[in-house]
Each structure stands twice: as structure tokens, then as C-alpha cells.
């Protein structure tokens, strides 16, 4: 931290930036967009991008970059605000409250299109496979295993996009306790994977969407 800058959040919880750090890495980040991010998390007020650098001694350019992907991502909320004593307007960055909102844009904005375009080159990969002269059950089941997955994962995204522009009840914390019902309910009777697929097939996400309307109402009775 800057010499003689006091800082908005507590010594000790600046401490656990690297937690926030570490986590944005492993799922894709750079690492100090992990730190811009929980810095603006722990803020209990919003923060111009001077007080950010000078917080975490950072550049200028680095600062700006890291809002710049986060706020892309649906991470980083920024508004112009006028400060006591500063003849211009200054613009602030803090984060959105809702972290599932911002889980989906990632999904929308980056995970999809990666697990689509893999789902599509399994797919060629296994058209080519049967009109080989070499006929292997062994390696049309791992073919098949890997788009069923890859569906799996498109109608569990598709799902989180579609609960956080739903209407239903913001009440998360109420919503995760449900869902082991509502994922209990879909699975029980599956049976082999090949009727997974079936399923997933027919739309897990409406399913998924379907289930949870119907537990959502019993919450809100």
C-alpha cells in the first residue's frame, strides 16, 4: 500500500487478497484481476481507480485493464459521482451484489462458446469415426460420453442464465436448499447413461427450470 494513503478496507482483511486471487486464476482470471476484484468486494464503499492503485500499488494501466475484463464479465459496476472539494465528476467502480449474475455472465460470455465448440469438433470427430474402415465400440462410447457431458454442462449453464433473468423469487439462499430435491426428482429412475442422454436430450434446462418453479411456489406460500 501506498506510503501516508489510508486505505478503505481493514490491514487484516487485505490480507486474504490472495484467496481472491488464487480462485480467479484457477477458473481463468489473472491474478490481479482476482486482487481488483476482492478489493472491491471488501470496500464498504465504492472506489475511483486512484485509490485502487494506491491500495494495491498497482499501475494505471494495470488497474484500468483488470476493470476493464471484469466489467466485461458483469463483475464491476462503475458510475460517475460528484466528491466534496473536485471541480469534475469522478467515476467509481464497485461490484455487483448478485454473484450468480455475474456466474452467468461468465458462462454466457465464455464457458458456453468453449464447451459448444468442443461439443461440435466431438461431434466431427465421431461422424468420421464411423465411416472409418476400424469399427471400435470402445471409442464411439468415449465420443459419446464426451458430448452427453458436454450437454450436461450446456443445459446446467443454460439453467443459471436463465434463473437470474427469471422471474422468480431473489431468495437464493432459500432456492440452494431446494435443489437437491429438484435434482432428486429429475434423476430418480434415470437409470443407465443412455437414458441421461435422452434426457438431456429433451431439455434438462427446462426441466430444471420446470422443477424449481414448482418448489419456488411452495417457498413463497
Not at 476484484?37 to 472506489?47: D, H, M, N, Q, T
Not at 464426451?146 to 454442462?153: K, L, N, P, R, S
Not at 427446462?206 to 419456488?216: D, F, I, R
Amino acid at each position: 500500500m501506498t506510503q501516508d494513503y489510508k486505505s478503505p478496507v481493514e490491514e487484516e482483511l487485505l490480507k486474504e487478497l490472495p484467496a481472491f486471487e488464487i480462485f480467479l486464476n484457477q477458473i481463468g482470471f489473472k491474478r490481479v484481476e482476482g486482487s481488483v476484484y476482492g478489493l472491491l468486494v471488501l470496500s464498504p464503499v465504492a472506489l475511483t481507480s486512484v485509490e485502487i492503485e494506491k491500495t494495491l500499488n498497482l499501475s494505471q494501466p494495470a488497474v484500468s485493464n483488470a476493470l476493464k475484463v471484469l466489467t466485461h464479465y458483469g463483475a464491476v459496476i462503475s458510475r460517475d459521482i460528484k466528491k466534496d472539494n473536485v471541480d469534475r465528476r469522478l467515476k467509481v467502480h464497485t461490484v455487483k451484489e448478485d454473484s450468480l449474475s455475474i456466474v452467468s455472465s461468465v458462462f454466457r460470455k465464455r464457458e458456453q462458446e468453449i464447451i459448444s465448440e468442443f461439443k461440435l469438433v466431438a461431434k466431427k470427430i465421431e461422424r468420421i469415426s464411423a465411416q472409418s474402415e476400424v469399427k471400435s465400440e470402445v471409442r464411439k462410447k468415449r465420443l459419446s460420453s464426451i458430448i452427453t457431458t458436454c450437454e450436461i454442462a450446456e443445459s446446467v449453464m443454460s439453467f443459471v442464465v436463465e434463473l437470474t433473468q427469471s422471474k422468480l423469487p431473489n431468495d437464493y439462499p432459500q432456492i440452494v436448499k431446494q435443489l437437491p430435491k429438484t435434482f432428486q426428482l429429475l434423476t430418480s429412475g434415470v437409470g443407465p447413461m443412455t437414458n441421461l442422454t435422452e434426457q438431456v436430450k429433451k431439455g434438462l434446462t427446462s426441466k430444471l427450470m420446470g422443477s424449481l418453479e414448482k418448489l419456488s411456489g411452495d417457498i413463497s406460500k
